[in-house]
């Protein structure tokens, strides 16, 4: 079982720029998927970017050039950089990883682009 816990979203300014972090309870080894979704209000959880354990990165056509995947040297905490946020990146961000057989979800967190 691994756990994951996201943070970092808050409130912004249309044009501005959020980083989320999920943290992973145990090192991740092996081949895996990390994977940051959204869900907004009435709507489906939709993929916004992957990050595999090879290096590939994969990323929604809604917010390729702005946003960036990424993890840390540990491997244990994967990153979303957000950036020219706009209102309809407005929603509740869930961390995902795959390992084929087992997937694991974040509780989630929100991220509201406002004025």
């Known amino acids: 079982q691994v756990q994951l816990a996201e943070s970092g979203g808050g409130l912004v300014q249309p044009g501005g720029s959020l980083r989320l972090s999920c943290a992973a309870s145990?090192?991740?080894?092996?081949?895996?998927?990390l994977g940051w979704y959204r869900q907004a209000p009435g709507k489906q959880r939709d993929l916004v970017a992957t990050?595999?354990?090879?290096?590939?990165?994969n990323y929604a056509d809604s917010v390729k050039g702005r946003f960036t995947i990424s993890r840390n040297s540990g491997r244990r905490t994967v990153y979303l950089q957000m950036n020219v946020l706009k209102p309809e990146d407005t929603a509740v961000y869930y961390c995902?990883?795959?390992?084929?057989?087992?997937?694991?979800w974040g509780q989630g967190t929100q991220v509201t682009v406002s004025s």
């Open positions: 995902n990883l795959d390992m084929g057989r087992l997937k694991f």
């Open positions: 145990a090192t991740l080894a092996g081949i895996y998927t």
């Open positions: 990050l595999t354990s090879g290096g590939s990165t």
